[in-house]
């Protein structure tokens, strides 16, 4: 649970979650700023130390987080509207660049890997200094949280006995045997670096999305990409693939915002979250989302007040 991010199929796809998720009614685009009830992008001359318009992607450790943000924005007087649920990175990400978010939880070492596929920084001190040299003017990250959410190759304990799997390489062997879940985009992001890296070729690439843990463990899929704060992992008892040549590099939680749009009182709160928030106590609020099926916005609240950040 780094929460890691194309084509014409992924961009429609996108669209459709653009126009069918967020705040509104059937039908409305959740990055549309110009309804009544909309808050402005951010300003420093706002009360109480600016606007924020928070999105998230669409998957629900996002969304946790941009609640926290906006949770603890809200407490410290800054105006804030939420967007959750938006889409992939392919989407959402020029809607930071250009203002129309101000904010989004990202993945640092998934950011990066947006930004420049080719970079080998792995540490999340490397990925961290990339990311500054790399983004654009209108872009820049906040502190990085403790908290990571990698990406993973995941296999059911019976999977990884049978073919004696330890590590994504030990998979090579027997992918053109298997397919591969995780969200649409996944394919597009990761097919050829597999193949470069580890040599791995799938039979098959299936969209499975949220459902991902649920397809491997029901062999709908051999093999997926689930965040490793997924505590479906542990519930079924599934093992997470090493990954020796990096090539899901770091992936810790860390503000991406609109430089612009940002205030200080805006940037002090979002590093004060950072600072509380460990891969520990994620994967503990994904256990009470995912598993005991409570409110993300709830979650949200009672570690901000736990934390002392309400």
Known sequence: MRRIFGTAAVLFSAMLTLSACGGGGSGSNPLDTTSASAAPTGSASAPGGGTAVVGSFNFPESVLLGSIYAQALKAKGVTVEEKPNIGSREVIYNQVKSGGLTILPEYNGALLFFVDPKSTAASKEEVNSELASKLPAELEI???????????????????EKYKLTTIEDLAKVSKQMAVGGPPEFKKRREQQFKDVYGLEFKEWKPTGDTTADAIKDGTVQAGNVFTTDPKIIINNMVSLQDPKNVFSAQNVTPLVNKAATTDTIKTTLNAVSAKLTTENLTQMMQKISVDKDDPATVAKDWLTTNGLL
Do not use: G, Y
């Open 142 to 160: 906040l502190e990085s949280s403790p908290a990571q959410d990698n990406d993973s190759l995941t296999v059911t304990k019976e999977t990884a």
